[in-house]
C-alpha cells in the first residue's frame, strides 16, 4: 500500500490542486463536457476526505479562474450548480469532519445563489479546526495582485502605511489569501505543465507535481503518490543541502 510508504513527520501543510481535465476525460467517455465537471466533484470530495485523513492541514483547490467566465454558458452555469449542490451536500459531512471552507477570488462576481450558499457554509463551518478547504473561485492571481497594490497604495496615499515598510509580510498581508501558509505542494493532473494564474506568489518555494491523470480519476492512491514524491525532495529555499542538514 502507497499510503504506508507516507512519513507521517513530514506531511506538506498546505497542499494546493489544479483540477484539471474534466473537460477531456468527458470527452473521451464520450460524455458531454458538463459531466466531466459532475464526475470531477466526485473526485473533490474523496480527497477531501483523504487529505484529513493524511494531516494537511491546508488544501486550497482551483474551482474556477477568472478566465473561466469565457467558457460556453451552459459550461459555466453547470459548474455553478455543481458548486452549489457540493455545498450543499457537504455541509452535513464538513461539520461532521471539523472541515472549515474559506474561499478567495472575485466572489463578488459569482451568482448571488452561488454566493449565499458558499458564505453560509463558510459561516456554519469557521469554527472548524482539522482541514481548512479553500476554494478558488473566480480567482486570477494576477488580478489578486492588482487588488493588493491598490489597497496597499491607497495606504500609503493617506499615511497608514510609508513606502519603506512595504516589504513580503506586508504583501501577503493583502491577499486574498492572508490567512494562509506559503504552499508546500502544487499539484497539477491532466498532464498539463503550466500554473494558469493560480497562486504565483504564493507558490514562490513550493514543490511542483504533475500527473497524467485526469481529475475525474484522481484517486486517494494518486494523492499518496504525490506526497511520496514531495517527501523525497529536497526543500533548500535558497540555502545549500549542507546548510540545512
Ligand atoms: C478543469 O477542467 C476544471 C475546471 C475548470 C473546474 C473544476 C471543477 C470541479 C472539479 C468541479 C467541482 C468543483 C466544486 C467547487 C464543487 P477542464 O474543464 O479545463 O478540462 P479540460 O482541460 O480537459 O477541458
Do not use: C
Amino acid at each position: 500500500m502507497l499510503k504506508e510508504q507516507i512519513n507521517k513527520d513530514n506531511i506538506p501543510k498546505h497542499v494546493a490542486i489544479i483540477m484539471d481535465g474534466n473537460g477531456r476525460w468527458a470527452k473521451q467517455q464520450g460524455f458531454i463536457r458538463t459531466l466531466g465537471h459532475k464526475t470531477g466533484s466526485k473526485s473533490l470530495k474523496k480527497i477531501i476526505k483523504e487529505s484529513s485523513d493524511i494531516g494537511i492541514e491546508y488544501l486550497t483547490l482551483y474551482a474556477f479562474s477568472t478566465e473561466n467566465w469565457n467558457r460556453p454558458k451552459l459550461e459555466v452555469d453547470t459548474l455553478m450548480k455543481v458548486l452549489i449542490n457540493t455545498l450543499k451536500k457537504e455541509l452535513k459531512t464538513m461539520l461532521e469532519d471539523n472541515v472549515k471552507m474559506n474561499a478567495i477570488g472575485n466572489l463578488d462576481k459569482l451568482p448571488e445563489n452561488a454566493q449565499k450558499q458558499l458564505f453560509e457554509v463558510i459561516e456554519k463551518t469557521k469554527d472548524n479546526t482539522k482541514l481548512t478547504i479553500t476554494l478558488a473561485l473566480s480567482y486570477g492571481s494576477r488580478e489578486e495582485l492588482v487588488n493588493a497594490v491598490r489597497i496597499i497604495s491607497d495606504k500609503v496615499k493617506n499615511n497608514i502605511i510609508s513606502i519603506d515598510n512595504i516589504d513580503d509580510s506586508i504583501i501577503n498581508e493583502h491577499l486574498y489569501t492572508h490567512n494562509l501558509p506559503d504552499v508546500d505542494l502544487l499539484i497539477r493532473t491532466s498532464g498539463e505543465y503550466r500554473i494558469s494564474n493560480f497562486l504565483l506568489w504564493q507558490i514562490a518555494y513550493s514543490e511542483l507535481y504533475f500527473t497524467d491523470v485526469l481529475w475525474p480519476d484522481f484517486k486517494e492512491k494518486d494523492l499518496h503518490q504525490a506526497i511520496i514524491a514531495y517527501q523525497k525532495r529536497e526543500r533548500r529555499f535558497g540555502k545549500t543541502s549542507e546548510q540545512i542538514k
